[in-house]
Each structure stands twice: as C-alpha cells, then as structure tokens.
C-alpha cells in the first residue's frame, strides 16, 4: 500500500501510518500537512483508547532494530479495551541519530510516555532489547517516584555485566544486516536467502543495494525503494547493539513479570535459571510465565495469543492491585 502511495503520488508515509491515520481520509490528511516524515514523538498508536473507561495505556518498546509493527498481532490479541502504545526507536524514520547509551534511551522514552500519561501508574513492556530499555525506564521512572505497576519483560535477559556474559568480537555491519535477513524469514516467514559470502565481498553500499534487493524479492520491501529504510534500520539497529553491549543493569527495588520462550538454547550461569538470571539484581518478585515457540516465534502466530492471555492475566491483576491500593 505505501509503495503505491509513492508510485502513484510521489510521496511516502511511514507505515506506522497504517496505525496513526489508518482511514483514507487520515492518510490524505497526512499527505496535504506535509507529514510525510512521520510523526515528531516515537510513540505509536497501535490500539488506541476506546473511551475514558479503558484500561490504562500499555507502553511497548521496540526490539534492536526499531520497529513496533511486531506488536501489532499482540495489541489485536489483547482486546480493544486495552490501549496499546509502541515506542519506535529515534532514527527508524528519519535521519536522526539513535541515542548511543541505553540509559539514555530510556531517558528519551520517559520524556514520550509522560507527554502522553504525566503520572503513573506506569504499564511497561518490552521484548528483546526492548525488555532491556523497559527495566531501565521503570528503574528511572522509581527514582523520580513514579509508581511502575506492571513491568513485563519478554523473552530477556538482563545484562548483569561483562564478567556474566560471553561477550565475543565486535559485530560488523555483515553481521548487523545478517541479523536483519535473519529476522524478516524467521520473524514474518519470508526468507530473503542473503548469502553471507556474497554480502561480505561487496562494499558497504552495494552491501545495502543488495540486502535490499534480497528483501524485495521476498515483497518484503518495495522494490527500488527500501535502500533509504535499510540505512535507517541498520543505523538504529547497530546504535541498540553496541548501547546494549556496554550497558550494566543496576538493582531494581520493585517485581518483575518474565515471559520466556519454551525453546532455548543452553545458557551459562545464572542466565540457565527458569527466571534467566532476574533474581540477581530484582528485589521484589519475579513472576515467570512460559510461551510456546522460540525467541522470535512466541510473538508470532500461532503462539502470540498464548502470549497475549497470560499478558491479559497479568495485566487484570496488576489493575486490581492498583484499585486496591487505591481503596
């Protein structure tokens, strides 16, 4: 649909859009403010309030390579009662650059949240890295004494410092731009076949040209038209890496809800526990839920709406603590 907006009318929109203005007169809206760039805030819309007696918003942050159309499949799952906000990272559409500490990231995100909710309680989740950046935020948005009422981490490990991990060399972008390959076949079931010894003889730029071409042979992106987006994923997705890389989780006062995924490899350390390691730097409870499928698949169907009743299960509660305290 966007590559058509742009064959026929020589403009592009986000496909956030989809969720932002999601009619055709919101589309032709966008088109005639001259929005085609996307909106100023990362926050997303994916589910928006029903009414003033829905429940209170949901805040998603995106995996390593920025996008939040991952979660759509979970918004639709959760029901239309539960406002569902994703937190796009800065960069993924548009030339900005990504912040570079994960602290920081979550500092940026505080900032967008509180534009559209100024006090708590706070709903927060995250899959991946997201899960990462939403701990740091509730960690933040404690200290500033904000009440975190439900803090979900999907299928994440914490990262409790180099001497814990198995930090091996560098990644390259070959690496980066395999990562991304690799999670549009295992992710949305499209595989676009990237040879590694092919993509690592050519040069940056026909490194881009070709993964691209790769992708839209898959009709996963618009053919002569994604090489602009892939910069932008692979920028924002290096940047999430690396600010991951060098970040240290700090201690966490509150409880923690755990959504692993049912097939994982072996992990060293603390990192084999059922809670993959939370315990260590979580004071209050960690709540660990299991969810069919792998790292990538569990927020795929058919196993996202086993995902999406134990979030809604977790979520009841969460509200009802609340309005008990509230009482």
């Not at 966008?30 to 994916?46: C, D, F, K, T, V």
């Not at 589910?47 to 996008?67: E, I, L, N, T, Y």
């Not at 939040?68 to 960069?91: E, K, N, S, T, W």
């Not at 076949?193 to 996963?220: K, N």
Request: proline share 7%; net charge negative; aromatic share 8%.
């Amino acid at each position: 649909l966007m590559a058509k907006v742009e064959e026929r009318l020589g403009r592009s929109l986000p496909l956030t859009a989809l969720f932002t203005a999601s009619t055709v007169e919101g589309m032709a809206a966008l088109l005639r403010e001259g929005s085609a760039e996307g909106p100023a805030s990362n926050l997303i819309p994916l589910q928006a309030r029903a009414s003033q007696d829905s429940r209170p918003p949901f805040f998603w942050v995106h995996p390593a390579g920025g996008d939040v159309l991952c979660y759509a499949q979970l918004a639709r799952h959760l029901g239309g009662d539960q406002p569902i906000y994703g937190i796009q990272a800065r960069g993924f559409n548009s030339d900005e650059e990504p912040p570079s500490r994960l602290e920081e990231i979550a500092a940026l995100y505080i900032d967008e949240i509180r534009r559209a909710q100024p006090a708590g309680p706070y709903f927060l989740g995250g899959w991946s890295l997201g899960g990462q950046v939403a701990f740091e935020m509730a960690r933040q948005l404690r200290a500033l004494g904000a009440t975190v009422a439900l803090l979900a981490v999907v299928d994440t490990m914490p990262s409790l410092g180099v001497s814990d991990r198995e930090e091996g060399p560098e990644q390259t972008d070959v690496d980066y731009l395999l990562d991304i390959a690799a999670y549009v076949g295992n992710f949305w079931g499209r595989n676009p076949e990237v040879s590694p010894e092919h993509l690592a003889s050519l040069s940056p730029e026909g490194q881009i040209a070709y993964v691209a071409e790769r992708l839209a042979a898959v009709d996963f992106l618009p053919p002569g038209t994604g090489e602009t987006q892939l910069r932008r994923v692979l920028k924002v997705y290096r940047a999430n890496v690396r600010a991951l890389r060098a970040y240290q989780a700090g201690a966490y006062t509150d409880g923690l809800t755990l959504l692993r995924a049912e097939e994982r490899p072996d992990l060293p350390g603390a990192f084999a526990d059922t809670d993959l390691g939370w315990k260590q730097i979580v004071r209050g409870p960690v709540d660990v839920h299991t969810v069919p499928g792998n790292h990538l698949t569990l927020m795929a169907e058919p196993n996202v709406h086993v995902l999406a009743a134990q979030l809604r299960h977790c979520l009841e509660q969460a509200c009802a603590g609340e309005m008990e305290t509230v009482r």
